[in-house]
């Protein structure tokens, strides 16, 4: 039987992994949109950058529709178009994970698991029922395997980023030279 202690420990690893798990997307969400907005500068991308959405889906579809056309970022669809197709992949994850409430279940022999459940408008939409849910279990493990892999793709495209906005003249100073060294 999991103890007091246990149960804490589990819950704050778990919580810990869905953190990093909604962070790392995040940051492609945020570069996904500077992209968008820097791409204001290429007439030919004129159509898709008047806007930054607030949807991931949308920054996506529009980054896409960018990559069709050619301009400036021809050279980068190679290396951005499957970097799109993981992070959309991954995007009914990262909702439910980030916007889905949270239960700690376990059994009296130490198995235990997250159970996330979220209102889907989606799911409400096909069924005709405004209150269908998801609902998804994930156990210490699966989160520890998505976090993994979401900071991996995260590490990706920060890099891939990076060579974006040296190639385009983007790149300011170094990022680091802004932070005074810390005395020891």
Known sequence: MLDADAVIERL???TAHRGWIANSYAQIEF???DLIDRCRAF??????????SHSAARRAYKVRKILAIDGPLTQFAGALLPMLDEFEERDQMRNLLAHGFCEFHHTPDGDAGFVFRKF???LAEETGDPGAKVEQVFR???????KEQMVHQAQGALELF?????ALGWAGEDPASMFEPVAE
């Open 12 to 14: 704050e690893r778990g």
């Open 31 to 33: 570069l996904l949109g």
């Open 43 to 52: 007439p030919q991308y004129a159509a898709h950058t008047t806007t930054i």
């Open 120 to 122: 889907d408008r989606t």
């Open 140 to 146: 210490l493990i699966d989160l520890e395997y998505h």
């Open 162 to 166: 990076h060579r974006i906005h040296f």
